[in-house]
């Protein structure tokens, strides 16, 4: 297991790479390009000016999170070919730089997403919530304006402003797309993509919808055990791999992680884990919590538990974090929790091999 913390880049980040090369165990830095358009291919230039700034700090760039999704593949218009070129020459440059995976998602016009970036607990921290009560309701443009106001003055992975200012536009032309539609999409993209992979030795991981169920009538289909074997199932191969989240899938209590990561662990496909607990307070409704297994709702010992027994090679990072000790960062993202995160982690994973004979 290679323990690993996402990081934002210099101009956009509250947190240092100095910072995170102190946080004990962590070897590596999850990164991404931030000012490359969704679609356009990552240029070499930029790539290498990534890796040489996390390298000089002592650490290694060998995930990114994410290459975004042009819109027009999840939507399959004639477009889409393009970009889907030139997400191949993003992954062969990627590859040239010692990329190892690539994260990713296809979620339809939202990424992840909250109603309350900030939910007081009740140790005077802050969390991010979700309600299903209130998102049913929300008007998606107004829900959209909120999380901006909100996000401490940070853009938010997943809701820059450029993928989201065509918002009704981009409504309009999911009309068509039901699940399957979305299936066959995904299905084309990877078929186009998975030979470059190959070349490039990089891995697909794809994230899962969070949370994992339709929004807004939007059709979600990276959400549970039947949808994940059948995404594996599209490109048989190692290369179309997942990120096994334990947040967003686990936000529906019928997916039980433990037995998710054995199962797809075992077929070597979980090249990425992002490891965060969430506490539920009635159906569809949770809010994050620290790392540890009494703050939350999931047994986080198991979920460790399960990625050492099937003798995980991949990247683990810490998920989201609570916001602690007055910490000013995007909202998720601070340093503190995430770095509690770490430790509690990499304890958990430490004794978990010492008790298992023939463990490391
Ligand atoms: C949220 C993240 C997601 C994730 C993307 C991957 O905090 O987990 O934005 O990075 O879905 O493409």
Redesign the pocket.
């Known amino acids: 297991m290679n323990m690993t913390f996402r990081w934002f880049g210099e101009k956009d980040d509250s947190i240092s790479l100095e910072q995170i090369r102190q946080i004990p165990g962590v070897t590596g830095v999850v990164g991404a390009l931030y000012d490359v358009p969704v679609g356009d291919v990552w240029p070499m230039d930029k790539i290498i000016a990534l890796k040489d700034s996390v390298e000089k700090a002592g650490l290694k760039l060998e995930v990114i ?2 290459v ?1 999704v042009h819109e027009d593949i999840k939507l399959g218009l004639s477009s889409r070919d393009k970009y889907i070129e030139n997400y191949r020459q993003s992954i062969i440059n990627l590859g040239k730089a010692g990329v190892k995976v690539i ?3 296809f ?1 339809p016009v939202f ?2 997403l909250r109603n309350n970036l900030a939910y007081p607990l009740l140790d005077g921290s802050n969390a991010l919530c979700y309600d299903h009560d209130i998102v049913k309701d929300i008007d998606p443009v107004k829900l959209v304006e909120d999380t901006a106001k909100s996000s401490n003055g940070f853009t938010l ?2 809701w820059e402003p450029e993928r989201l200012s065509e918002l009704k536009d981009t409504f309009e032309k999911y009309k068509n797309v039901n699940e399957d539609k979305l299936f066959d999409n995904l299905e084309y993209f990877l078929e186009n993509i998975i030979s470059a992979c190959e070349e490039a030795d990089v891995k697909m991981a794809i ?1 899962p919808d ?1 949370p994992p169920w339709p929004l807004f009538g939007l059709p979600r289909i990276v959400t549970d055990r039947k949808n994940l074997e059948r995404l594996v199932n599209l490109v048989d191969s190692p290369y179309n791999g997942l ?1 096994l ?1 334990s947040g ?1 899938l686990g936000a529906n209590p019928d997916n039980n992680i433990p037995d998710l990561i054995r199962n797809f662990g075992k077929m070597g496909r979980i090249h990425f884990g ?1 490891v965060r607990n969430l506490k539920f307070f009635g159906e569809r409704k949770f809010h994050e919590s620290s790392h540890l297994s009494l703050d939350g709702s999931f047994d986080m010992f198991e979920i460790m538990k399960a990625y050492h027994d099937i003798g995980f090679k991949g990247y683990i990072r810490p ?2 974090g609570r916001m602690i000790w007055a910490e000013k960062a995007r909202p ?1 993202y601070g340093l503190y929790d995430r770095a509690l995160g770490v430790t509690y982690l990499n304890g958990l994973w430490e004794a978990i091999g010492k008790m298992t004979s023939g463990g490391e």
């Open positions: 999170e994410s975004n994260c990713y998602n979620m990424d992840w992975p997943g994230h969070d990120t989240c967003s992002h998920d989201h998720g």
